[in-house]
């Protein structure tokens, strides 16, 4: 089984930064691809960052130029940089990873980490 840790979610500042960092875990062959995904209240969930093993990077309208997610490093950890912050990204950002445990990969989840920009 593989577990995805996230951390670095908190409250910050219009126009501040935050960077938040998810860590794969567990019996890992390899990653295909991880993101990142986020839901404010009554909203659906939806992709913010996503990072693909040979396929490069894909980012949200909403969070061109101001987010970048990284690749995937050797400890197996992806991080997201949050920059010039609105309020309307408050929500929780979920780490999402496409990984093979086996010979088939598998989706899987992170617990979530809640972002809060405030005035």
């Known amino acids: 089984q593989v577990q995805l840790v996230e951390s670095g979610g908190g409250l910050v500042q219009l126009g501040g930064s935050l960077r938040l960092s998810c860590a794969a875990a567990?019996?890992?062959?390899?990653?295909?691809?991880m993101g990142w995904y986020r839901q404010a209240p009554g909203n659906q969930r939806e992709v913010v960052a996503t990072?693909?093993?040979?396929?490069?990077?894909n980012y949200a309208d909403s969070v061109k130029g101001r987010f970048t997610i990284s690749g995937v490093n050797a400890n197996n950890t992806v991080y997201l940089q949050m920059n010039s912050l609105k309020f309307e990204d408050t929500a929780v950002y979920y780490c999402n990873g496409i990984i093979r445990i086996g010979p088939h990969p598998y989706e899987f989840w992170g617990q979530g980490t809640q972002v809060t920009v405030s005035s």
């Open positions: 990072v693909t093993s040979g396929r490069g990077t």
């Open positions: 567990g019996n890992i062959f390899s990653i295909y691809a």
